[in-house]
């Protein structure tokens, strides 16, 4: 209750600038979801928020920019949706109707495969010898396709990634 009363406080003059340190810390997801809405009302208000989370789901979720700290260094910085790209493996879903699976080819691999509730959830990796495309016209030969999308990595993916990547750099140096 304490903390909802410090949220309360913080936000109820609409100020311009806010900063926030793991504000969903303790909170059940009601409330959480009803502090994410604050948060997204005062954004669209015109606020700019300011807020340290390890949580990657809610940086998704809120953040327009972000920037990754490791061991006070700054290494990963950007707008999320071009981060999510920039790390993506060039690999798709593919959801069709009824039970399908394609097989790979020159053009790409099958991931993993999937069929529940009447539709076959196909991940690809694209080999690169092929644009989107025309990986989609091999796609429509396989079967009715329902829905067709890049499989971009997650926030928590990529923080891993880089980290990881990170900390064995420094421990060859």
Not at 36 to 49: D, P, S, V, Y
Not at 52 to 73: F, G, P, Q, Y
Not at 78 to 95: L, Q
């Amino acid at each position: 209750m304490q903390q909802k009363v410090q949220f309360v406080t913080t936000v109820l003059h609409e100020p311009r600038l806010i900063i926030f340190d793991e504000p969903f810390t303790g909170f059940d997801p009601i409330n959480v979801n009803q502090i994410k809405n604050e948060i997204l009302f005062l954004r669209e208000r015109g606020a700019t928020i300011i807020f340290s989370t390890h949580n990657m789901a809610s940086v998704e979720e809120l953040c327009d920019n972000i920037t990754l700290i490791n061991k006070a260094k700054t290494i990963l910085e950007g707008s999320v949706e071009k981060i999510r790209h920039d790390w993506s493996e060039n690999e798709f879903d593919v959801v069709f109707d009824g039970d399908v699976t394609p097989s790979g080819n020159n053009h790409f691999s099958v991931v993993r495969s999937e069929f529940s509730e009447g539709k076959s959830t196909v991940r690809i990796k694209s080999s690169g010898a092929a644009d989107t495309n025309e990986i989609l016209m091999i796609m429509t030969a396989a079967g009715k396709i329902i829905s067709f999308n890049p499989a971009l990595p997650s926030m928590n993916d990529i923080f891993i990634k880089v980290v990881e990547s990170k900390n064995k750099e420094a421990a060859n140096n």
